[in-house]
Structures are given as C-alpha cells and as structure tokens.
C-alpha cells in the first residue's frame, strides 16, 4: 500500500504543475535559491549563473532547466519540483545562496 500510496501522491503532485516543459540535452539544474525577505527571488543553476524567478521560468519553459515545472499560486508563477521518489534533490531542500 505504500508504494500505491506515494504513487498518487506523485501524481497528485504532478497535476499541480501547468506546465512541464522537455529539458534539453544540455538543460542546467538549479543547485541554489536565492532569497529576499523569506521569498525565493531567483536561482542558481549548475553553471553557477544566477537568475531571477521570471528569468528561470523563462529559461525553464525553454527547455533549460531540468526536473522543474512551473506551477502558480494566484497570478504569481513560480518553479517547482517535478516529483521523483528522492527528497534531496526537490527546490524547497536546496541551499540559500
């Protein structure tokens, strides 16, 4: 049952994004979070570039940035992980840089 169980929840999970854009061959993956008042205000991404959040979301729908979807939350668009079974690697658990 728990796998049965953490399967919806993945899928429950997925159905929150609006869009989950194909990553190219050489997407980037965001390795860092940039933070203003609590807020995630950009990123930093595996070649050490850092981007704000509209330019990420751009990036990412471009096909960029790898294991992200963009979801919102009112009229506000913002990056999230695309569920994959491993804790580790979800935005929420990435550093403050």
Known sequence: MNNEKSGLDASFARNT??????PSSDAKRITGLVKSGGRVTGYQLSDNSILSKEECIDLARRGGVQGVGVAHRGSTEYL???PDGTEDN???SLPTV
């Open 17 to 22: 994004l609006d869009e989950i854009p194909t």
């Open 80 to 82: 999230k992980s695309i």
């Open 90 to 92: 979800n935005l929420g």
